[in-house]
């Protein structure tokens, strides 16, 4: 049962045009969600995050939107970059069962590709 | 050295073998970490150490079995794997397990093990 969900394993845009990543997840116990990038050969680095209390967090290019009610979160790149392209992990954060410390779920990930 | 490395980065292993991976920070974080990412799986958390303590076995085989002698670094000892436990191996850190602001998890390249 796949509690975050990145629909599409892949997005190509032109470099200058918005790249926009979605997220879907089904527990409405997190409360935290964050946007990982990762290259190849090299671990995921954080990129932005947004609590749940908020509905957007802008950080440079990076905007992330969260929709509680449509459990769906968003993170739009304007311009986008070839330096953009990697794979970008939408996660989410909520209490473990024992209520001990916080946990990430992952998504698979999308491959974004900016083309000059 | 700087940020979070992994030992070795490459691994191939036969399923009578034992090796181990190893996993170094040099943040001063208290909490570390292991995942698991299969091909076209998300990525897996495997388990949480906080102040050298395991904290979350997230129902991993006792094939593998963890080792955290200090804050600073984190083993995975393998033994008798399966095929099917060839993947990419991450260890992360971040500076405390508690709160649900988990973007400071900072991640290594990780070991990408097969598993013959």
């Known amino acids: 049962d796949q509690q975050v969900k990145q629909n599409s394993p892949s997005l190509s845009v032109q470099e200058g045009r918005i790249s926009i990543l979605n997220c879907d997840y089904t527990?409405?116990?997190?409360?935290?969600f964050l946007w990982y990038k990762k290259y190849p050969a090299e671990g995921p680095t954080f990129l932005i995050s947004?609590?749940?209390?908020?509905d957007k967090n802008e950080d440079g290019r990076f905007t992330v939107f969260l929709n509680k009610s449509a459990k769906h979160l968003s993170l739009h790149i304007v311009p986008s970059q070839p330096g953009d392209s990697a794979v970008y992990f939408c996660?989410?954060?909520?209490?473990?069962?024992?209520?001990?410390?916080?946990?990430?779920?992952f998504g698979k990930g999308t491959l974004l590709t900016v083309n000059p | 050295e700087t940020g979070v490395t992994q030992t070795p980065r490459h691994l191939v292993m036969g399923m009578t073998n034992k090796k181990s991976l190893k996993c170094e920070q040099h943040?001063?974080?208290?909490?570390m970490y292991w995942y698991k990412q299969s091909a076209k799986k998300p990525l897996e958390l495997m388990f949480v150490y906080n102040f050298k303590e395991q904290t979350e076995n997230n129902s991993v085989p006792s094939r593998f079995s963890p080792e955290c002698p200090n804050s600073s670094h984190l083993f995975l000892h393998l033994h008798t794997l399966q095929p099917e436990d060839s993947a990419l191996y991450l260890c992360?850190?971040?500076?405390?397990?508690?709160?649900?602001?988990?973007?400071?998890?900072?991640f290594g390249p990780g070991t990408r093990l097969l598993v013959l």
């Open positions: 996660a989410a954060s909520a209490r473990n069962s024992g209520g001990s410390n916080y946990k990430l779920t």
């Open positions: 943040l001063g974080h208290n909490a």
């Open positions: 992360a850190s971040s500076q405390d397990w508690r709160g649900p602001r988990l973007e400071t998890q900072y």
């Open positions: 947004i609590s749940s209390i908020k």
């Open positions: 527990n409405s116990m997190f409360d935290y």
